[in-house]
């Protein structure tokens, strides 16, 4: 099965076959905006969760340390806290995702490079 077939039906869904491997990725991308979100969260988010744990500390304790950031952009662009989170949540999936697929390309890339040279490619 080939990737477009595998993704048929799919219409926000791009798939591409590569190197025997089927691929997916969202024909949408991240807006300036949207990343300007992203980044103002994960920056609070930084700061307000710096002493934490996350493997040991509830989400629920997590997002409700977020809540403040999100509330400001809420009331800066119109939407509920609850429309910023949802946004929040698939903007930092996006962003996963993106990461895995720059590391996955770079080892494809480089399958006999020395962990150095990948890891200084990936900076």
Do not use: W
Request: charged share 30%; glycine share 4%; hydrophobic share 35%.
């Amino acid at each position: 099965m080939t990737g477009n077939e595998q993704c048929a039906g799919i219409s926000s869904v791009h798939c591409y076959e590569k190197k025997g491997k089927i691929y997916q990725e969202r024909k949408t991308h991240m807006t300036s905006e949207e990343q300007k979100i992203l980044d103002r969260i994960n920056a609070y988010a930084e700061e307000a969760l710096a002493d934490i744990d996350p493997q040991k500390t509830r989400i629920s304790f997590q997002l409700e340390a977020l809540k403040p950031i999100m509330q400001e952009i809420a009331d800066e662009t119109g939407k509920s806290v609850e429309d910023i989170f949802i946004l929040y949540m698939d903007l930092a999936s996006e962003s996963a995702v993106e990461a895995d697929k720059k590391l996955q390309a770079t080892l494809d890339e480089a399958e006999n490079a020395d962990f150095s040279s990948i890891a200084n490619r990936l900076n």
